[in-house]
């Protein structure tokens, strides 16, 4: 079955380390998402890839980094500038046909979500 | 400002009480609403896209409708099942972007 993998579901981190979140999918899409998710707010997007080896910054990007070397795979570092990331964390993906097209307009599909607690 | 506001933030039903959640957005241009369903501690789940006011869709006990300005999620004769968190979004002016609701708690009790 396709779907969207991240790894690992709980995480946590002392102040001062990075970690990386897992994102992996087989379901041949080329846009990829991440976004944070704390208690009664939205959804807030972090970074998004249209395409390989390209990113961009979304709403919240200061203190992660994000990397798009294969079409299945969008890893999320979240840095120690990063002052409070303790949060869940959801990544996505969406049907898109890279820069040809002006408007990608289809449902996101995600991933089961990781939790990351700062200790 | 594109911008999505969900209410009410939480709503608590009998098992069958039928009601209805809205979601009020603004953006220059729709270019798609979304309806997801999200279970505690998962990730949300796609239940509906709408493009233009006028327009209704349904799965079982759930009808999403459309204005210029809103979308309602109905949900008729709700089960304990239903109970879940509803987030509505819209695509930003520019296309590759979803800008997300902060949601709405459905809680039904049997």
């Known amino acids: 079955d396709g779907g969207i993998t991240q790894s690992p579901k709980y995480l946590f981190r002392k102040e001062g380390q990075n970690v990386t979140l897992s994102c992996e999918q087989n379901?041949?899409?080329?846009?990829m998402y991440w976004y944070r998710q704390d208690p009664g707010q939205g959804l807030r997007l972090i970074y998004y890839s249209q395409i390989v080896n390209d990113f961009q910054k979304g709403d919240i990007a200061e203190g992660y980094s994000v990397s798009r070397e294969k079409k299945e795979s969008f890893p999320l570092t979240v840095t120690s500038a990063q002052k409070n990331p303790t949060a869940f964390y959801l990544c996505?993906?969406?049907?898109?046909?890279?820069?040809?097209?002006?408007?990608?307009?289809?449902?996101?599909?995600f991933g089961e979500g990781s939790r990351l607690t700062v200790l | 400002e594109d911008q999505v506001t969900q209410s009410p933030e939480a709503l608590r039903l009998q098992e069958g009480e039928s009601s209805s959640l809205n979601c009020s957005y603004t953006?220059?241009?729709?270019?798609?609403l979304f309806w997801y369903r999200q279970d505690p501690g998962k990730g949300p789940e796609f239940l509906f896209t709408?493009?233009?006011a006028g327009e209704e869709k349904e799965k079982e006990r759930l009808k999403a409708t459309l204005t210029k300005k809103e979308s309602f999620l109905h949900i008729t004769a709700p089960k304990p099942e239903d109970s879940a968190t509803y987030l509505c979004a819209v695509h930003d002016t520019g296309g590759f972007k979803t800008i997300f609701g902060a949601g709405t708690r459905l809680f039904v009790k049997a």
């Open positions: 996505a993906s969406k049907r898109g046909e890279g820069r040809r097209l002006l408007f990608n307009t289809g449902e996101l599909f």
């Open positions: 953006v220059s241009g729709l270019r798609g």
């Open positions: 379901l041949n899409h080329d846009a």
């Open positions: 709408l493009y233009s």
